[in-house]
């Protein structure tokens, strides 16, 4: 049981990581030369948990859905980076959603 749970789980994280966006999205936050690179659905559900302290806006929470339903296959990657930027500028975080990567 463990083991199938292991491997659902790493099946969902590999699936979510190769779910990229089609231009990735470059958040400043702290120092002025510390930024993320948000790219995949992964990326961004990451960002959410691990760098947002109250955790409990409603669009945190449309974007954790989001991300979460893209992740599965149930809803676009697209829906989900912009419920992601949404998210980001409602929490007052600078961002740039179109730094070229080329």
């Known amino acids: 049981m463990i083991a199938a749970l ?49 955790n409990d806006s409603l669009q945190w929470v449309d974007a954790m859905n989001r991300c979460a339903k893209a992740g599965a296959g149930e809803a676009s990657v697209e829906g989900a980076r912009s419920a992601f930027l949404v998210a980001v500028k409602a929490a007052g975080i600078r961002v740039d959603p179109s730094v070229p990567l080329f």
Do not use: C, H
Request: net charge neutral; aromatic share 20%.
């Open 6 to 54: 292991r491997f659902a789980r790493s099946g969902v994280q590999y699936f979510m990581e190769n779910q990229s966006f089609r231009t990735p999205i470059v958040i400043y936050a702290g120092l002025p030369s510390k930024f993320y690179l948000v790219s995949t659905v992964s990326d961004a559900s990451d960002f959410l948990f691990d760098n947002w302290a109250p």
